[in-house]
């Protein structure tokens, strides 16, 4: 019986490889500018779900206020950081005599926080920080925050760790177009209206809201659930703090006393944040605030009750 030789073709495997190959390639020059040009052109938000490029300036003056930073000139007496809680709740205008800056974001995490720090700590050269620890902010995956800093800032190899941290369709796409945003100038000559709706931005980075009073409601019971990697980034962020020697003090800012009482472990918070060896103060048990005259939403403050805050702060950490 005669033997049969099976001879294998390479050819189409070959083929194949080399097809896989192009199409890679073609991916990773396409899709970049697929991106580009539907961030670029205005497309429904709903047709574009995984893109949620804001338009620079569009919320919460963090433009104005990185731009803002990147002229400062260093040192100043006091730095703000944290959530919204941070950038409407401590007015530089009440802390007179004291050179202040305030880098809170919109529902800053401590991953945005550390990247902030990262950028700006040494060219702001704090000699105190007042970090405001809202524990939602420790609730969070930290995306939807994420995308502020990206769009609001230039970018580099901080954003893109952040990205891949994230691990997120919506930080990826967004960062790919805020690298063509920066590539291509597209906010060089942006200038954000200093007012926009009830909110005013002033100098110094804090956005002034006005005397809105908020119809107080009624809270199911719940607890605060803060994720292990937000806590370990959030001791990075004191860890780097006092590497710079900078003198660091951690503040609840007040919210509504029923949101506030709705939650059954306060005390696990306050236990958390003491545990870090800083000063700590949790303003929710320090002041008795009225729900319906000092708050305009159920977490933040108006005119009237920041500046009552920033009394009572002022008075406990004594810097006057």
Same mark, same amino acid.
Do not use: E, F, I
């Given at each position: 019986?005669?033997?049969r030789l099976f001879i294998f073709n390479f050819k189409p495997m070959v083929r194949f490889l080399k097809n896989i190959f192009l199409f890679v390639i073609w991916v990773a020059v396409a899709y970049p500018f697929m991106i580009f040009l539907t961030g670029y052109f205005p497309v429904p938000q709903?047709?574009?779900p995984n893109l949620y490029y804001r338009v620079a300036g569009s919320y919460g003056y963090m433009f104005t206020r990185i731009s803002e930073a990147e002229q400062l000139t260093g040192p100043v007496d006091i730095l703000f950081l944290g959530s919204s809680h941070s950038y409407r709740g401590f007015d530089p205008r009440n802390f007179k005599g004291? &050179?202040?800056f305030n880098l809170g974001s919109s529902s800053q995490t401590p991953i945005q926080t550390k990247i902030l720090l990262e950028r700006y700590l040494d060219h702001i050269n704090p000699k105190m920080v007042i970090y405001e620890v809202y524990p939602s902010t420790f609730e969070t995956d930290g995306v939807e925050s994420s995308l502020d800093v990206i769009v609001n800032s230039k970018n580099d190899f901080r954003s893109v760790k952040m990205a891949f941290e994230l691990n997120n369709i919506k930080a990826y796409n967004t960062l790919i177009y805020a690298g063509f945003a920066d590539i291509f100038?597209?906010?060089k000559n942006f200038i954000e209206s200093p007012q926009a709706g009830k909110d005013t931005y002033i100098p110094g980075g804090f956005v002034e809201t006005g005397n809105g009073y908020y119809q107080f409601g009624?809270?199911?019971k719940s607890e605060w659930?803060? &994720?292990d990697n937000q806590l370990n980034t959030f001791h990075e962020c004191l860890e780097l703090l006092k590497k710079k020697n900078v003198k660091t003090i951690l503040v609840f800012a007040p919210i509504t006393p029923r949101l506030y009482n709705s939650y059954a472990n306060n005390s696990q918070v306050d236990s958390i944040f003491s545990?870090?060896?800083l000063e700590y103060y949790n303003f929710n048990r320090l002041m008795q605030i009225n729900?319906?005259?000092?708050f305009f939403d159920s977490h933040h403050l108006n005119s009237n009750g920041v500046e009552l805050f920033n009394q009572k702060l002022i008075e406990t950490l004594k810097l006057q």
């Open positions: 019986m005669k033997r709903v047709l574009t004291k &050179k202040t100038g597209l906010n009624n809270y199911s659930k803060l &994720k545990a870090c060896n729900d319906s005259l000092y």
